[in-house]
């Protein structure tokens, strides 16, 4: 009598199981040797990736690689600082005009700097 209540379920989940095994096949390509080359790609990213990442750990790593992630790195703070300016909770107004004074006095330091290096250059030759 136990039996009796579980084959329906038994039956129910046998189905159900069918149908997604069914479902899955037809994702499947048809040539094997398919998916034998998407295991080897798989295979060969993962591989370089922990090569990757042993070299890393080892302090092996190459440094042309660090200096791009540092440049990137210093892109990337750059650009959420900007972003964090304008979106900042300060009013529109008040946030451009404090960004015209920094690009202002930043334009005062470089024309400062030239003229330095113009005054240096001529007194040196």
């Known amino acids: 009598m136990r039996f009796g209540k579980r084959e329906p379920l038994y039956s129910f989940l046998i189905d159900t199981s069918l149908n997604l095994l069914d479902s899955l096949r037809d994702r499947l390509p048809d040539n094997v040797d398919d998916i034998k080359d998407k295991v080897q790609d798989t295979y060969s990213t993962a591989s370089g990736r922990v090569s990757r990442a042993t070299a890393a750990l080892r302090g092996e790593e190459d440094s042309q690689q660090l200096l791009s992630k540092v440049i990137a790195l210093a892109i990337g703070v750059g650009i959420g600082v900007g972003i964090g300016l304008l979106i900042a909770p300060a009013s529109g107004e008040q946030t451009r005009a404090d960004i015209a004074d920094k690009v202002s006095d ?20």
């Open 106 to 125: 930043f334009g005062d330091k470089v024309s400062e700097a030239k003229r330095q290096r113009a005054t240096a250059g001529s007194h040196g030759e």
